[in-house]
């Protein structure tokens, strides 16, 4: 109880604080407190160390304070200590599995927030989509991230284990982390695969089936594999929610558990693998004492982690702003096969082992004894030494496979060794299917109402782009591989804002000996392809 | 090198920042733009579909064709058409689910000539796949934008729409015949003869309910001196005449009697000669 006594001394007593705190150096009192705070939110860095650290300063205590943190703070204790300096020479690891991890970290959070504004149906798939690009603020920001981080994240793991290849640090006692990272490769690609279908637009649709399709070869199992991953015979409602649920639940998580047991085979159990010069090549021995030396994490390596953390992003960033645009297409329509179908590019090798042969025999099994063989290099190659010098047929095996890989590639591209009817190339080059193309691109203004047909058109004295187009366009109906051809384009308004355009190629028909085919009347049958399509002032096509 | 590393890292967290603000500052239009350019492209879309799905009864500029289909581009459609049905909703929503669901009963029989008094036959399809139709929701939604863009039109322009706006610089259409000719395509397009004829010199007339009408001139001829011509014609005017004001006295083989019995009082005169005159010279 405050009793007369109390408050009768009120006034001495706070006049007595006053002088106390007066008395007292302020700065000094403010310092600690602060002090206290920055130590218990760096796990124990009083200021000072902090400022240490950033200046590249040894510790300012002893014992190391720096270490301390791999102990108390969480995130640190994943960390290691201190590395062996030639371990980190950034030519030994080119910071491919860093970069692999943090890409996965990006993938998260990007993919997080638009998780938020979609749901895996097909009615609403294709018009989240549009809303994220319409009506979210950053949406497309996220979106586009989303995508360039998930292709550089293939890009990254696959080069990841070029490097690991390379530099023969699969070798004993590593057998294990390999196989862990055979494993995560497999799970990067078919995280990105189950994303592409997401967006149920044309380009994910036809992709996905084709290669939910390739499952099908599988012998014995394939028509249940197919099922399973699809919900249904076609991929419809069913088969939207499983490729989203893979992708969202399922494959990160598996992702998660390895890359974490990847992680510790490699920090915690063996270290990473000191390059092989260093380990067992010829070095002077005082560099190799220095090579071998130990470096402390903070803060050699934390800022450098931090620095490229900030140098990625950034040129993410920059990157989706200047060039980079996540495709897509008009919505998936099961009733519409796009003329030009093609696989993720990081697919395009299976597509073009696909067109070599038997679609189970390259489809199904071969890829499986790749991926067998991948996985049981460490145990098939069985020289101890890591040196380049010493493994010649391991590293032109490398190399060769390399090429392979890119040659399938290449063989895999939608040109090689599909035709299209010559009158429907030269439409589709013109208006294609998906994207804008040529006509499209000169935009609404530009795009003049009329008749135009390839036997009367001269180009005008002065033309315009319109013009040029209609003579190329002139030019490749002449050129083409049919008997008398005539192309002709019809342009007219429906609506005020909307123009109509007819194109249409006619040539004659004949039959297999190459004579022309006659009617009743002895006219010759005429043979049409026709494409109807639409403009609309405010498309913004010529911004394209 | 850490220091450099910090400073270095600092220096492009401001260019980071620098661009997402950058990015931020220029959001809201960006997304204005972008929500006008996926209408704009859905509308594209949605005429695309309604080509190829409903020109047969409300014709190819949506004008309506009789005996099959209603005006869809009209005033009365696009703004009276919602309330005098009671419909609580936008004109956006009647469309979506009047093209959704079909009608079952038809509203207006003015507009079916003769198969509005068959009980069995439904006015107008549903076309949505939920209820058994070929379309998918968002196909709905493009066409009713695409048709609610009618909504921008002038009724003055309408006249026009079927026949391409002269460029500026080109020879108008010489008086005389031309402008006769003129009259016939124009008639030919509103009162949505091309929704049931093809006709190679008339835009958009591909329709197959009635024969084609080219080289009618020629034909017409050896119609009327065929023994089984049942009608009054002498000469190929007349016949031609008579298949539009009269369409049942003579019904050309092979097709139904489907074409609507009102032309004839709907057309002027003038208007009559301008399409007998151009018919014959097909
Ligand atoms: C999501 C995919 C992966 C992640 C996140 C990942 C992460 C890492 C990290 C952070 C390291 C430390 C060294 C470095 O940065 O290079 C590492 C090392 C290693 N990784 Fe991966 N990795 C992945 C995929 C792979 C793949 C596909 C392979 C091979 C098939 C692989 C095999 C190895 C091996 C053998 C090491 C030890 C290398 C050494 O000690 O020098 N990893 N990984």
Same mark, same amino acid.
């Given at each position: 109880? @405050?009793?007369?006594?109390?408050?009768?001394? *009120?006034? /001495? #007593?706070?006049? $007595?604080?006053?002088? +106390? &705190?007066?008395?007292?150096?302020?700065?000094?009192?403010?310092?600690?407190?602060?002090?206290?705070?920055?130590?218990?939110?760096?796990?124990?860095?009083?200021?000072?160390?902090?400022?240490?650290?950033?200046?590249?300063?040894?510790?300012?205590?002893?014992?190391?304070?720096?270490?301390?943190?791999?102990?108390?703070?969480?995130?640190?204790?994943?960390?290691?200590?201190?590395?062996?300096?030639?371990?980190?020479?950034?030519?030994?690891?080119?910071?491919?599995?860093?970069?692999?991890?943090?890409?996965?970290?990006?993938?998260?959070?990007?993919?997080?927030?638009?998780?938020?504004?979609?749901?895996?149906?097909?009615?609403?798939?294709?018009?989240?989509?549009?809303?994220? @690009?319409?009506?979210?603020?950053?949406?497309? *920001?996220? /979106? #586009?991230?989303? $995508?360039?981080?998930? +292709? &550089?994240?293939?890009?990254?793991?696959?080069?990841?284990?070029?490097?690991?290849?390379?530099?023969?640090?699969?070798?004993?006692?590593?057998?294990?982390?390999?196989?862990?990272?055979?494993?995560?490769?497999?799970?990067?690609?078919?995280?990105?695969?189950?994303?592409?279908?997401?967006?149920?637009?044309?380009?994910?649709?036809?992709?996905?089936?084709?290669?939910?399709?390739?499952?099908?070869?599988?012998?014995?199992?394939?028509?249940?594999?197919?099922?399973?991953?699809?919900?249904?015979?076609?991929?419809?409602?069913?088969?939207?929610?499983?490729?989203?649920?893979?992708?969202?639940?399922?494959?990160?998580?598996?992702?998660?558990?390895?890359?974490?047991?990847?992680?510790?085979?490699?920090?915690?159990?063996?270290?990473?693998?000191?390059?092989?010069?260093?380990?067992?090549? +010829?070095?002077?021995?005082?560099?190799?004492?220095?090579?071998?030396?130990?470096?402390?994490?903070?803060?050699?390596?934390?800022?450098?982690?931090?620095?490229?953390?900030?140098?990625?992003?950034?040129?993410?960033?920059?990157?989706?702003?200047?060039?980079?645009?996540?495709?897509?297409?008009?919505?998936?329509?099961?009733?519409?096969?796009?003329?030009?179908?093609?696989?993720?590019?990081?697919?395009?090798?299976?597509?073009?082992?696909?067109?070599?042969?038997?679609?189970?025999?390259?489809?199904?099994?071969?890829?499986?004894?790749?991926?067998?063989?991948?996985?049981?290099?460490?145990?098939?190659?069985?020289?101890?030494?890591?040196?380049?010098?010493?493994?010649?047929?391991?590293?032109?095996?490398?190399?060769?496979?390399?090429?392979?890989?890119?040659?399938?590639?290449?063989?895999?591209?939608?040109?090689?060794?599909?035709?299209?009817?010559?009158?429907?190339?030269?439409?589709?080059?013109?208006?294609?299917?998906?994207?804008?193309?040529?006509?499209?691109?000169?935009?609404?203004?530009?795009?003049?109402?009329?008749?135009?047909?390839?036997?009367?058109?001269?180009?005008?004295?002065?033309?315009?782009?319109?013009?040029?187009?209609?003579?190329?366009?002139?030019?490749?109906?002449?050129?083409?591989?049919?008997?008398?051809?005539?192309?002709?384009?019809?342009?007219?308004?429906?609506?005020?804002?909307?123009?109509?355009?007819?194109?249409?190629?006619?040539?004659?028909?004949?039959?297999?000996?190459?004579?022309?085919?006659?009617?009743?009347?002895?006219?010759?049958?005429?043979?049409?392809?026709?494409?109807?399509?639409?403009?609309?002032?405010?498309?913004?096509?010529?911004?394209? | 090198?850490?220091?450099?590393?910090?400073?270095?890292?600092?220096?492009?967290?401001?260019?980071?920042?620098?661009?997402?603000?950058?990015?931020?500052?220029?959001?809201?239009?960006?997304?204005?733009?972008?929500?006008?350019?996926?209408?704009?492209?859905?509308?594209?879309?949605?005429?695309?579909?309604?080509?190829?799905?409903?020109?047969?009864?409300?014709?190819?500029?949506?004008?309506?064709?009789?005996?099959?289909?209603?005006?869809?581009?009209?005033?009365?459609?696009?703004?009276?058409?919602?309330?005098?049905?009671?419909?609580?909703?936008?004109?956006?929503?009647?469309?979506?689910?009047?093209?959704?669901?079909?009608?079952?009963?038809?509203?207006?029989?003015?507009?079916?000539?003769?198969?509005?008094?068959?009980?069995?036959?439904?006015?107008?399809?549903?076309?949505?796949?939920?209820?058994?139709?070929?379309?998918?929701?968002?196909?709905?939604?493009?066409?009713?934008?695409?048709?609610?863009?009618?909504?921008?039109?002038?009724?003055?322009?309408?006249?026009?729409?079927?026949?391409?706006?002269?460029?500026?610089?080109?020879?108008?259409?010489?008086?005389?015949?031309?402008?006769?000719?003129?009259?016939?395509?124009?008639?030919?397009?509103?009162?949505?003869?091309?929704?049931?004829?093809?006709?190679?010199?008339?835009?958009?007339?591909?329709?197959?309910?009635?024969?084609?009408?080219?080289?009618?001139?020629?034909?017409?001829?050896?119609?009327?001196?065929?023994?089984?011509?049942?009608?009054?014609?002498?000469?190929?005017?007349?016949?031609?005449?008579?298949?539009?004001?009269?369409?049942?006295?003579?019904?050309?083989?092979?097709?139904?009697?489907?074409?609507?019995?009102?032309?004839?009082?709907?057309?002027?005169?003038?208007?009559?000669?301008?399409?007998?005159?151009?018919?014959?010279?097909?």
């Amino acid at each position: 109880m @405050l009793g007369l006594q109390d408050l009768r001394n *009120l006034p /001495r #007593d706070f006049e $007595r604080k006053v002088r +106390e &705190l007066l008395n007292q150096d302020l700065e000094e009192v403010v310092r600690e407190r602060l002090d206290n705070r920055v130590r218990t939110i760096t796990a124990g860095l009083d200021l000072e160390e902090l400022r240490a650290i950033f200046r590249g300063d040894g510790p300012t205590e002893k014992p190391n304070p720096r270490w301390k943190v791999h102990t108390t703070s969480f995130l640190f204790h994943i960390r290691p200590r201190y590395y062996q300096r030639a371990s980190t020479w950034f030519t030994h690891t080119f910071r491919l599995g860093w970069l692999s991890t943090y890409l996965f970290f990006i993938e998260l959070i990007t993919g997080i927030i638009l998780m938020v504004y979609y749901a895996p149906t097909p009615n609403t798939a294709y018009r989240d989509m549009l809303n994220i @690009l319409s009506n979210v603020r950053f949406g497309l *920001l996220m /979106r #586009d991230l989303h $995508r360039l981080g998930a +292709e &550089l994240m293939v890009i990254a793991v696959f080069l990841h284990m070029v490097r690991v290849y390379f530099t023969g640090s699969y070798k004993k006692p590593r057998e294990f982390t390999w196989l862990t990272g055979v494993v995560l490769l497999g799970i990067t690609l078919f995280l990105s695969f189950s994303g592409y279908l997401l967006p149920w637009d044309q380009l994910a649709y036809w992709a996905v089936t084709i290669g939910t399709s390739m499952a099908d070869k599988t012998p014995l199992i394939g028509r249940e594999v197919n099922l399973l991953l699809r919900g249904a015979p076609d991929i419809g409602a069913g088969g939207l929610l499983r490729f989203y649920l893979l992708h969202v639940l399922f494959l990160p998580l598996l992702a998660i558990l390895f890359i974490s047991v990847h992680y510790y085979k490699v920090s915690r159990e063996h270290g990473i693998s000191l390059p092989a010069v260093v380990e067992e090549g +010829e070095m002077d021995e005082d560099r190799r004492r220095w090579a071998k030396e130990r470096i402390d994490f903070i803060p050699d390596l934390l800022t450098h982690e931090l620095f490229l953390s900030v140098l990625v992003l950034v040129a993410m960033v920059i990157a989706v702003t200047v060039w980079f645009d996540a495709p897509l297409e008009s919505q998936a329509n099961p009733q519409v096969t796009p003329l030009d179908t093609k696989a993720p590019w990081y697919f395009l090798w299976l597509q073009g082992m696909l067109k070599l042969g038997d679609p189970t025999l390259m489809g199904v099994i071969l890829p499986g004894i790749i991926v067998a063989f991948l996985a049981a290099i460490p145990y098939i190659d069985n020289n101890p030494s890591r040196l380049a010098k010493n493994r010649p047929v391991a590293l032109s095996l490398g190399v060769l496979g390399i090429i392979v890989l890119i040659i399938l590639s290449y063989m895999g591209t939608p040109q090689w060794g599909i035709e299209t009817p010559p009158a429907v190339r030269i439409i589709q080059d013109l208006v294609p299917q998906e994207g804008v193309g040529p006509f499209r691109k000169l935009g609404y203004e530009k795009i003049k109402l009329g008749t135009f047909e390839t036997d009367t058109f001269t180009l005008p004295e002065n033309p315009d782009e319109f013009d040029i187009l209609f003579a190329e366009f002139q030019e490749r109906v002449r050129n083409a591989p049919l008997a008398s051809p005539q192309g002709v384009w019809e342009i007219d308004m429906l609506q005020p804002t909307l123009k109509r355009v007819k194109m249409r190629i006619t040539w004659t028909k004949l039959d297999e000996n190459g004579n022309v085919l006659l009617d009743e009347q002895g006219q010759p049958v005429r043979d049409k392809y026709e494409k109807v399509f639409f403009v609309h002032e405010d498309s913004g096509y010529e911004y394209e | 090198m850490v220091r450099l590393q910090i400073a270095l890292g600092v220096i492009i967290t401001v260019v980071g920042l620098i661009v997402v603000a950058w990015i931020a500052l220029n959001e809201d239009a960006n997304l204005a733009r972008r929500d006008q350019e996926i209408l704009a492209r859905r509308i594209e879309r949605g005429a695309v579909l309604f080509e190829q799905n409903c020109y047969t009864c409300h014709g190819f500029n949506a004008q309506g064709v009789p005996g099959l289909g209603p005006p869809l581009n009209d005033r009365e459609m696009l703004e009276q058409r919602a309330k005098e049905v009671g419909w609580p909703g936008s004109l956006y929503t009647y469309l979506v689910r009047t093209i959704a669901a079909g009608r079952i009963v038809s509203t207006r029989p003015e507009y079916l000539g003769g198969k509005a008094s068959d009980p069995n036959a439904m006015a107008m399809p549903p076309w949505s796949e939920e209820y058994g139709g070929p379309l998918r929701p968002a196909d709905i939604e493009d066409i009713a934008l695409f048709l609610q863009n009618f909504e921008e039109f002038p009724p003055e322009l309408l006249a026009e729409i079927a026949t391409p706006v002269p460029e500026e610089g080109e020879q108008p259409p010489e008086q005389g015949e031309a402008d006769v000719d003129a009259v016939a395509i124009d008639l030919f397009t509103q009162l949505g003869c091309l929704g049931c004829h093809a006709l190679a010199t008339v835009p958009g007339a591909v329709g197959t309910v009635g024969p084609a009408l080219d080289g009618l001139g020629e034909r017409a001829a050896s119609i009327i001196a065929d023994p089984a011509y049942t009608g009054n014609a002498t000469t190929p005017e007349e016949y031609i005449r008579e298949s539009i004001v009269d369409p049942s006295v003579f019904v050309v083989a092979g097709y139904p009697d489907v074409m609507p019995k009102g032309f004839g009082d709907q057309l002027s005169e003038e208007q009559l000669d301008a399409l007998v005159q151009f018919l014959m010279k097909q």
